[in-house]
């Protein structure tokens, strides 16, 4: 339907908009590449002779903070006098999803883009594929790629009439996960999502 895809474009460029319109936004990026080692703006003007010799405590520090905050168990848990055996074992399954999911590994993307951009948002979805029928995951997000639709005063996004989670996936995927619509889907390399700019993971790596 042409008026679904004119809205839901429309919707993106509002959020990109209400995003763009945060003055620290424009620095978000600057400050990604400083963590990692980009801190030489103006390394054109240097004489040739000098050496670039780059001393990145900015990146040591952010990694000892992530390391303090996830080189630990789960925060939550479950304590009932009653059925302590049950909470026992709720706690168990804590430390397994804890594990399995890599959680703490997510928890630290968003740590890493908190401390560049001020924030981080941290995604709880369910995964069906995981085994035994499917698990929930965490998906840290660069917060750019979180479009605001219509939002209200309160900082909550719960209040709002809804959020749009820009991401990027691959032709093959999409075709599987909508085998009825796999028709619609082609490659292209000039595409809008091909300009996702949730790249810190790979350069924080």
């Not at 009932?80 to 999803?97: D, I, S």
Request: aromatic share 10%; glycine share 8%; hydrophobic share 40%.
């Amino acid at each position: 339907d042409a008026r679904l895809i004119g809205w839901i474009r429309e919707a993106v460029q509002e959020g990109d908009a209400i995003n763009r319109a945060d003055p620290s936004y424009a620095m978000i990026e600057r400050s990604m590449r400083y963590i990692v080692g980009e801190q030489q703006e103006g390394a054109s003007t240097q004489p040739g002779y000098l050496p670039k010799v780059i001393l990145n405590q900015s990146r040591k520090a952010t990694q000892a903070h992530v390391s303090a905050l996830t080189d630990i168990r789960p925060l939550f848990g479950w304590k009932n006098a009653q059925y302590g055996f049950q909470a026992h074992l709720l706690n168990q399954r804590a430390v397994l999803w804890w594990v399995t999911t890599m959680a703490d590994q997510e928890l630290g993307d968003a740590i890493k883009l908190s401390l560049a951009g001020g924030t981080g948002d941290v995604l709880c979805e369910w995964n069906p594929w995981d085994p035994f029928g499917g698990d929930n995951r965490l998906v840290a997000r660069d917060p750019r790629d979180t479009l605001p639709f219509r939002p209200a005063s309160a900082k909550n996004p719960q209040s709002w009439q809804g959020v749009i989670f820009r991401e990027e996936h691959s032709v093959n995927a999409l075709k599987t996960w909508y085998p009825s619509k796999a028709h619609l889907f082609l490659a292209s390399e000039d595409t809008i999502l091909a300009q996702v700019l949730g790249r810190f993971r790979t350069l924080a790596t």
